[in-house]
């Protein structure tokens, strides 16, 4: 599977804070948070993140290993 480019930064700033919301990491990424929503709804379709949690308290988690190194 092939990952857009937001899709890839949104991996990439998970890994560095995985409780981040989707109106931060819009923000680190510079583009809107329905973009971001749309995003890591595929990245749940793809089985690359979960959610634990709460959305106020929650946390992501990214499940595909080799995303991980």
Known sequence: ?????TQQKIIKLLL??????AVKLAEKIGVASRNIENNI?????????IRY????????EIV?????E
């Open 1 to 5: 599977m092939d990952l857009n480019d």
């Open 16 to 21: 560095e804070d995985h409780q981040l919301s």
């Open 41 to 49: 709804k595929k990245l749940k379709e793809y089985g690359i993140l």
């Open 53 to 60: 949690g709460s959305p106020k308290n929650g946390y992501w």
């Open 64 to 68: 595909d290993k080799e995303l991980q």
